[in-house]
């Protein structure tokens, strides 16, 4: 972890873990900014829980997280996969670029862009792709987790 106090930001590389709740946010890098002040400087501070209340980070107030590289999403049944996001403490939102794929229950949909708001359990997608999988072939799709 670097952590850059003037830009209230904190880096994150490799395996990045990030828990709220029940949403699930793992990344190869990612970016927190923080609204003022930043964290602390703890060197060797795992990424684990960044977003969770328990944190230690937590006291500083979190605005957005920008996540690189392999980028899964998990909350419920729901994962969407794609090589960016941006996830928006305040708004509890999360926009998911470079081709993103999401699977729940038995679909799966892909776009150029998707915008999930969490807090209403409602998504957007744009130049969306809708693949319905029947409930018997789910288990021989290679795509469909």
């Known amino acids: 972890m670097t952590v850059k106090n003037l830009d209230h930001r904190a ?57 690189v590289g392999n980028v899964v999403l998990r909350q419920g049944e729901r994962e969407v996969r794609s090589r960016e996001a941006y996830y928006y403490q305040k708004e509890e939102k999360v926009v998911l670029l470079g081709d993103p794929m999401a699977w729940e229950k038995d679909y799966q949909v892909t776009g150029s862009k998707m915008t999930i708001y969490l807090r209403e359990n409602r998504s957007m997608i744009e130049g969306s792709k809708v693949i319905i999988h029947p409930e018997d072939q789910k288990s021989q799709s290679p795509n469909f987790r």
């Open 11 to 67: 880096i994150f590389e490799g395996n990045v873990v990030m828990i709220k709740e029940d949403l699930h946010l793992s990344a190869d890098h990612a970016e927190v900014t923080f609204a003022s002040g930043g964290p602390s400087e703890e060197k060797g501070k795992s990424a684990v829980g960044i977003l969770s209340s328990k944190s230690e980070l937590s006291k500083n107030e979190i605005t957005v997280v920008h996540a």
